[in-house]
């Protein structure tokens, strides 16, 4: 029989688990050393931007500045007919000669110039305006007044196979436009020509190049044209040098 006064033993205390201590995810750690990374390379990449952008600007301070390309003319002639209102320069060692006294009209070539009796002469480089003689009137007249005109009859000239036209360009601030190619049935079958036609008051400027050897003087020549106001009582002042046979 149970003993009523017995002391009553406390219930026992049931142990509770303890939480176990909370770690990082891995995902996340390899996360954050991806983005330390990444910061790291954009802090090395914009150091190594500014150092270069520094050693440019140091660069570009220290060295000398660009010199202006030395003009191939300089040291060139000129030839001015002022009655025409007409100037351009030529190489110092090149000569040239009047085709006739009463007209604008110059040979040019690289050597002293021996004008024959004959009517028809080619030299490298021909300057003059496109007159023509009316044998009936012995007055001289202009073949045409505008580029238009000039290019159809420069083009009748070559070889249609090798006609080339260049239009919309400008000489001396005037307009102008190309015809080359080569010269079609006759005694210069076959040769190039190249036509530089600059409009003038009713008529046209022609500059001829005769060959391709002189392509890049022909060029210059024409980089180097002036037109300036006529004066008609002028004369041309320059070096003719040809000897003229009799």
């Known amino acids: 029989m149970e003993n009523p006064n017995a002391p009553i033993a406390p219930p026992s205390e049931t142990p509770q688990p303890q939480p176990e201590p909370k770690t990082a995810k ?9 983005l330390a990374l990444i910061l790291l390379a954009s802090t090395g990449y914009l150091a190594f931007q500014n150092y270069q952008l520094k050693k440019e ?34 190489p110092d060692n090149w000569y040239t000669a009047l085709c006739e006294p ?59 196979k090798t006609v080339k036209v260049v239009e919309d360009l400008l000489v001396g601030g005037k307009e102008a436009a190309q015809v080359s190619g080569n010269s079609g049935p006759g005694m210069l079958e076959g040769e190039y020509f190249e036509y530089t036609l600059i409009q003038m008051d009713n008529k046209l400027l022609v500059i001829q190049l005769f060959g391709e050897k002189y392509q890049n003087i022909y060029n210059q020549i024409l980089s180097t044209f002036k037109f300036v106001e006529a004066t008609p009582s002028a004369t041309p002042t320059g070096s003719p040098s040809a000897t003229l046979t009799p």
């Open 57 to 90: 600007i140091s660069q570009l301070q220290s060295s000398p500045s660009p010199t202006s390309t030395p003009d191939p003319t300089a040291s060139w002639k000129t030839y001015k007919d002022n009655k025409q209102g007409v100037e351009f320069k030529y």
């Open 102 to 160: 009463d007209t604008f009209c110059v040979f040019l070539d690289d050597k002293p110039i021996k004008i024959p009796e004959a009517s028809e002469f080619i030299t490298p480089i021909h300057v003059g305006f496109n007159e023509a003689t009316n044998t009936v009137t012995n007055k001289k007249y202009f073949e045409e007044k505008t580029l238009e005109e000039g290019i159809e009859r420069y083009k009748a000239i070559f070889d249609s």
């Open 26 to 34: 891995p995902s996340l750690l390899i996360g954050l050393g991806v």
